[in-house]
């Protein structure tokens, strides 16, 4: 059983707090009630700057600068009344004249007689502190400065998506206040009719921690809703948490209008083009044989084709897969059954090689309902895309190959086709081309470097 500790007797209570005073970090002094120093410990040496010689018999007021002596007078008055002075932050002097932020507390010391005869005073030195509160505070001021600087709308969350601070520029726009958006006051300004869609992939970001993008209409304080380009960015933690989200709202109503233009008139374009098309066609109907009419149509119609599938994406390009299916639409009934297209079906080929591609593919598929493997009810085709490595970059190896027709030939001549699915690909793509006629069916093989058929990113 452990045994009460003895009190300390009075000799021995005293070198102990005088133990603590010499050992202690902070300053520690006494002074009388008007101000001359009694004591003074290494600290208070190593702080100040001033040894205990220099210091003791003398006025504590030769630490305080001349525009704060009104503190001591201050101090004084309250210890003499009595009363202790709290913890405050002020400036002392180095014994070198240069200026120290200190914390001070002061209280009375009283003798046996409960009279009042002096001040005990601890002082800490806050100079690091001070220039940590001083980087803060500029730091602040420059991200404030930076945040509201910006034309987005920008605001910050808690790592489970709770905003809590908003820039100028957002209550400038929707024309609310910080406690109006406290909690779920965002969803306010949200459009209704794209709140669901929003909220349910916002949560799934703030669920996982992925970045979030979407757009969405916002409210105005005209009441008006323009469009918003929005993105929030998860900030981590050295654990690799979410801490916080940082997130920004760009107004993209103007280019949104301006695409929307761009899209309306390209489509009138389009429309205007396939009319005109529409008109050659009718004028080499009624001015050449029916059989050249017919294929001239027929390849107009392609052209057509390719063109309506680059208008639906901007003229930015074509998957290859796309592209091929939609040549086929004479035999779409067909594709998965007796046409099979396999491999890289996301190519995207530049607006030049969905043209050229997309008439050979046209022309293959013409002859093979005509005089090939789907003319009968057994033939199939196989068309195959594959990108592969070589010695001078990477390619494209487009493979057609037909099986189950009739048997083929070689034909006697080259006509019109032939340019289609051999010397255009060459001259326009910089591709080889091979084309043989085993009796089992036709086989095309187109091969062209990667870099003259992608689409511009």
């Given at each position: 059983m452990n045994r009460p500790s003895k009190p300390l007797s009075i000799a021995h209570r005293d070198h102990h707090f005088a133990t603590i005073v010499q050992h202690s970090f902070d300053a520690i002094v006494s002074k009388d009630v008007d101000g001359t120093v009694q004591s003074w410990n290494p600290a208070a040496e190593r702080i100040f700057g001033w040894t205990a010689a220099e210091m003791i018999?003398?006025?504590i007021r030769v630490l305080i600068p001349p525009d704060r002596q009104h503190e001591e007078d201050d101090i004084l008055r309250r210890i003499r009344a009595g009363e202790m002075v709290p913890k405050f932050e002020t400036e002392r002097l180095h014994k070198s004249g240069r200026r120290i932020h200190v914390a001070v507390t002061v209280s009375p010391l009283r003798d046996t007689d409960g009279r009042i005869v002096g001040a005990s005073k601890?002082?800490?030195d806050i100079t690091d502190t001070m220039e940590i509160r001083r980087r803060l505070i500029a730091s602040e001021h420059q991200f404030r400065t930076l945040a509201n600087s910006i034309p987005q709308l920008a605001w910050i969350a808690d790592s489970d998506g709770t905003v809590f601070w908003y820039n100028d520029r957002w209550f400038d726009y929707t024309g609310t206040t910080l406690e109006q958006m406290q909690g779920e006051g965002w969803t306010k300004v949200h459009h209704p009719d794209h709140f669901e869609r929003?909220?349910?992939r916002l949560k799934h970001s703030w669920d996982t921690g992925e970045e979030w993008e979407d757009t969405f209409p916002l409210r105005g304080k005209?009441?008006?809703y323009r469009w918003f380009l929005s993105r929030a960015m998860p900030l981590r933690d050295h654990t690799g948490q979410v801490w916080r989200w940082f997130g920004t709202n760009t107004d993209i109503t103007v280019q949104r209008q301006h695409e929307q233009q761009i899209q309306m008139l390209m489509g009138e374009v389009n429309h205007?083009?396939?009319?005109m098309l529409a008109v050659v066609?009718?004028?080499v109907m009624r001015t050449a044989d029916r059989s050249f009419a017919e294929s001239l149509g027929a390849r107009l119609q392609a052209l057509s084709r390719n063109q309506d599938l680059l208008i639906k994406r901007n003229w930015s390009g074509t998957p290859i897969g796309e592209l091929i299916e939609s040549q086929l639409a004479a035999v779409n009934d067909l594709i998965g059954t007796r046409v099979l297209i396999e491999g890289d079906r996301g190519l995207l080929l530049s607006p030049?090689?969905?043209?050229?591609i997309g008439l050979a593919i046209h022309e293959l598929t013409t002859n093979a309902t005509k005089y090939g493997a789907l003319s009968n009810a057994d033939g199939t085709v196989q068309i195959a895309c594959n990108l592969r490595e070589?010695?001078?970059g990477r390619k494209l190896d487009l493979v057609w190959r037909e099986q189950g027709g009739p048997p083929v030939g070689e034909p006697n001549r080259a006509g019109f086709g032939t340019v289609m699915i051999d010397r255009n690909p060459r001259a326009t793509l910089g591709a080889d081309v091979e084309i043989s006629y085993p009796e089992s069916g036709l086989r095309w093989r187109l091969t062209a470097p990667l870099d003259r058929l992608v689409a511009e990113p």
């Open positions: 018999g003398r006025s601890i002082a800490h929003v909220s349910s005209d009441g008006e205007r083009a396939k009319n066609q009718a004028m030049v090689a969905s043209e050229t070589a010695v001078d």
